[in-house]
């Protein structure tokens, strides 16, 4: 069946250092590639999408590139900050295959970022 | 736009009680809800689909005479834990399908669950 299987955390990082998130996929289809985002105490937020292969998401300084060759998904940006300290989950949809709308999450990364 | 709201947001009852979160969309129309379960420092579990006039499609292992759902109106979708227990202690999200067309899911802040 469809999966979604991220990096373990935590990720701690100081103040505007390099992100990278891995996530990799298992899915039948094309589906529809998320990285939603959970604040302390919050639901989740959609940060970024990407519908299709070589479609790049992007948002708030974070990019997803969706690569069909090596099934991933890997969340990055340049320079982080304090504010985004959170948990991070890649997510897939089968939207296209069987439009349930389903969402299949990954286990989640924590990212701490220092200042 | 999109916005999906959660009530109570948490909520502590005794062992045996029944407890119901509802989960409204607050400026656009749901025929599909979707409940999911968080439990500490873990990923998020589909527990069930929510459709509006019909059963809910509960996902395996997810007991439906526990977690009664009912989506009565376009609007809103209530889950109820039925007889509930400590297990049943966790972090429980919705989601709705915003209706743009994009696929994608706008998800309620949650409501937190403890049973004494």
Not at chain 1, 44 to 72: I, P, V
Not at chain 2, 61 to 81: C, R, Y
Request: aromatic share 10%; with cysteine.
């Amino acid at each position: 069946g469809n999966s979604v299987t991220q990096m373990e955390g935590p990720v701690t990082l100081s103040e505007e250092a390099f992100l990278t998130i891995n996530c990799t996929y298992t899915a039948t289809g094309y589906p529809s590639l998320f990285w939603y985002v959970q604040y302390p105490g919050e639901g989740l937020q959609l940060l970024l999408k990407a519908t299709k292969a070589d479609d790049k998401g992007s948002n708030k300084g974070f990019e997803a590139t969706y690569r069909k060759e090596t099934t991933s998904f890997h969340l990055e940006k340049g320079s982080v900050q304090v504010s985004d300290s959170a948990v991070y989950f890649c997510a897939l949809s089968d939207f296209g295959s069987s439009n349930t709308g389903k969402l299949i999450f990954g286990q989640g990364t924590t990212l701490q970022v220092k200042p | 736009g999109a916005v999906v709201s959660q009530h109570p947001s948490r909520v502590i009852c005794k062992s045996g009680t029944s407890v119901k979160i509802e989960c409204r969309s607050l400026d656009f129309q749901a025929t599909t809800m979707f409940w999911y379960r968080q439990f500490p420092k873990q990923s998020l579990m589909l527990m069930a689909t929510s459709n509006e006039g019909s059963k809910a499609t509960y996902e395996q292992g997810v007991e439906k005479d526990k977690f009664l759902i009912n989506h009565a109106s376009l609007t809103l979708s209530t889950l109820t834990v039925t007889s509930a227990h400590p297990e049943d202690s966790s972090f429980y999200i919705c989601s709705a399908r915003i209706p743009s067309g994009a696929n994608v899911l706008t998800f309620g802040a949650g409501s937190r669950l403890t049973v004494l």
